[in-house]
């Protein structure tokens, strides 16, 4: 009943050092970026910001392509935007799947009814450029999709060798890159990438809700054969392209592409506020040094295995093909791992990631990640943990984890 509609309380979340996969906590100039005031998306100030943005993040993809932008939600939305807009019913596309974010790819190209094939990893390795290159050839696929980081996993797929082989195939590249931007290395066009998508809440240190996309010429050019300008705003000189049109309306990149062209071409309502946030994320990568951010991600890791190894638990994955910025670490067999979990939550104030699929249960993953890949979040997540396994009887070494962390910076 109305009358005892309850307000709550005023909004207050507690404060939580968030080690997870993602999201993590955003840099302080995020939050003050976030609170600013509201424009209109006509408004000049405004048109200059979005130009701004895609300056900023040229620079984070490294790449020249004019069609830098905005997609408006989390980092799915760009990779659905990617792939309905580049995908046909029939098309067929390659994907090699490393872990849970290489399955979404496929749940979302099967949808758009594209002809899939996968080349399948077991989780925790990555897939090799002579596997993709084999399969191109037998398959000849129009994409190529994968992704970068896979979270899931902790691993780090190498992109630079199989961008070579699908330019020399003639093969359209996409790649995810939403766990690995800003704490790896990423270079578009020197890698030949036609399509990249991301998101703010790992590495680039914002909360998630907006998704950085580049896309080749080449890229862009297959698109706009599927160009559609919407009745109500269509004008006399705008050019439908010839081929079927595209299926989504809110994710459909050749209307995007011109919302952010310079015509302006009306489409949705820009997340003002989120802009703001994906501005400053970019200023601040772009600003520390595109090197400097991923050596800190990069120490950061490291620390934290080294920690967890001291500790006398092991690690998950090759080692030698890790992102910088999670770690997998499997759970000791004498713990539950969700009731340690839940106690790092309750008494510290740290979350820590589950996993899924077929490492459900098995480890935890810790990020480092953005505003979180320092020397004091690694150490107190370490002492945490160490404390609580301490009390649930776990076999580990004691009074090591921290020092060995500590190492790491000097
Ligand atoms: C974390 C992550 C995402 C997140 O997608 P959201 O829609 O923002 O939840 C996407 N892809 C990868 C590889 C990730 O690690």
């Known amino acids: 009943m109305d009358n005892q509609q309850s307000l709550f309380e005023t909004l207050n979340p507690p404060q939580r050092l968030l080690m997870g996969p993602g999201p993590i906590n955003a840099y302080p ?9 509201l424009i209109g998306q006509y408004d000049p100030v405004m048109t200059g910001y979005m130009n701004q943005v895609q300056s900023l993040y040229r620079g984070v993809f490294q790449t020249n392509n004019q069609h830098t932008l905005l997609v408006d939600g989390t980092a799915r939305s760009g990779i659905e935007a990617v792939l309905v807009s580049v995908l046909k019913p029939g098309d067929k596309v390659l994907i090699p799947v490393i872990g849970r974010f ?34 191109i050839k037998r398959f000849q696929p129009k994409l190529l999709a994968t992704v970068q980081g896979d979270t899931s996993t902790t691993m780090n797929q190498p992109l630079k060798e199989i961008g ?20 790896n290395e990423l270079k578009v066009d020197e890698w030949h990438l036609d399509a990249v998508s991301a998101g703010l ?19 862009a050019d297959v698109i706009n054969r599927r160009k559609h300008v919407e009745a109500g705003i269509r004008a006399d000189h705008h050019q439908e392209g010839g081929d079927m049109m595209i299926q989504s309306n809110y994710f459909d990149l050749s209307m995007i592409m011109d919302y952010w062209g310079p015509e302006r071409l009306n489409h949705h309502t820009e997340a003002t506020s989120m802009l703001y946030a994906a501005r400053e994320c970019a200023r601040l990568f772009l600003e520390e040094g595109i090197e400097n951010t991923i050596a800190r991600h990069k120490q950061a890791g490291h620390a934290l295995a080294k920690g967890l190894s001291a500790m006398g638990l092991r690690l998950f994955g090759d080692q030698t093909q890790k992102m910088n910025n999670v770690v ?37 993953r810790i990020g480092t990640m953005g505003y979180n890949a320092r020397q004091d979040c690694v150490l107190t997540t370490l002492a945490a943990l160490e404390a609580i396994l301490i009390r649930h009887r776990a076999r580990i070494d004691v009074g090591q984890a921290v020092c060995a962390a500590m190492e790491c910076y000097r």
């Open 102 to 135: 290489g399955h979404l790819l496929c749940e979302i190209a099967r949808r758009v009814g594209a002809e899939i094939r996968t080349i399948d990893i077991e989780w925790g390795g990555v897939c090799t450029a002579e596997q993709v290159e084999a399969e």
């Open 201 to 219: 809440q790992k590495c680039l240190g914002g909360p998630s809700g907006s998704s950085p996309i580049t896309l080749s010429e080449q890229c």
């Open 164 to 183: 070579e082989v699908c330019h020399r195939h003639g093969v359209l590249f996409y790649c995810d890159a939403t766990a690995s931007i800003a704490g």
């Open 328 to 364: 997998g670490v499997y759970i000791p067999e004498e713990v539950q791992g969700d009731e340690v979990r839940a106690e790092l939550l309750n008494r510290f104030g740290i979350e820590i990631g589950t996993s899924f699929g077929p490492l459900h249960g098995k480890i935890w």
């Open 29 to 37: 100039r995020v939050h003050q970026a976030l609170s600013q005031s």
